[in-house]
Nanobody
């Protein structure tokens, strides 16, 4: 069982930066693929990024590629999302998720075969103003 708590959301002007954190409980944190997703008002949940167990491989959604960076610190049971060059369209609730990765990490590229993540945080709101 993994419990996830996000932090770091807030209000930022367009062009600014924020870093989200997701603290995970459970001594097997390093066994999980971690991901970030977001959901804007009135829209479906969107894939943002995933990172494999060791932190050596990452995938990003097209809308954030080149601006966002996912990373993890297994010693601290924490995954991060560094968000730069923020745009108003990045406004959303951001969710951290964990999956025990029954499939090869290549499935976690955000495409049609993205596995369903097992554990989810409560979300943190990011608002980007003009």
């Amino acid at each position: 069982q993994v419990q996830l708590v996000e932090s770091g959301g807030g209000l930022v002007q367009a062009g600014g930066s924020l870093r989200l954190s997701c603290a995970a409980s459970g001594h097997t944190y390093s066994h999980y693929v971690m991901g970030w997703f977001r959901q804007a008002p009135g829209k479906e949940r969107e894939f943002v990024a995933t990172i494999n167990r060791s932190g050596s491989t990452t995938y990003y959604g097209d809308s954030v590629k080149g601006r966002f960076t996912i990373s993890r610190d297994n010693a601290k049971n924490t995954v991060y999302l560094q968000m730069n060059s923020l745009k108003p369209e990045d406004t959303a609730v951001y969710y951290c998720a964990a999956d025990s990765a029954g499939r090869p990490f290549a499935y976690y590229n955000g495409g049609s075969y993205l596995p369903r993540f097992e554990y989810w945080g409560q979300g943190t709101l990011v608002t980007v103003s003009e």
